[in-house]
């Protein structure tokens, strides 16, 4: 059974800084497209970055563009999401989500963790 497990939210200032990590159980990393959603309250859950399997390319969402960064570490089979210049409108709990690169069917969600920026 694979597992997501997510870590690294808290409360920060506006312009902070924080770091999540995703680290996968039950698998291999490199096997699954690895993608960090997040959802505020009273708002549907949004994709901001991921990263697919293969390449290691990555894809932002416009609202993260410049300020977050993904990074995929095969070896230690974790995903790390690098936050800057945080903003109160990045409020929100902040989801892994994993899909098999061979069966899309196969997927994961983590179970979350707050992010809270204070204004």
């Known amino acids: 059974q694979v597992q997501l497990v997510e870590s690294g939210g808290g409360l920060v200032h506006t312009g902070g800084s924080l770091t999540l990590s995703c680290v996968v159980l039950g698998s291999t990393l490199d096997a699954y497209a690895i993608g960090w959603f997040r959802q505020a309250p009273g708002r549907q859950r949004e994709k901001i970055a991921c990263t697919a399997s293969g390449d290691d390319s990555t894809v932002y969402a416009d609202s993260v563009k410049g300020r977050f960064a993904i990074s995929r570490e095969n070896a230690r089979k974790r995903v790390l999401l690098y936050m800057k210049d945080l903003k109160p409108e990045d409020t929100a709990v902040y989801y892994c989500?994993?899909?098999?690169?061979?069966?899309?069917?196969?997927?994961?969600w983590g179970q979350g963790t707050q992010v809270t920026v204070s204004s």
């Open positions: 989500y994993a899909q098999s690169s061979s069966d899309s069917s196969r997927d994961y």
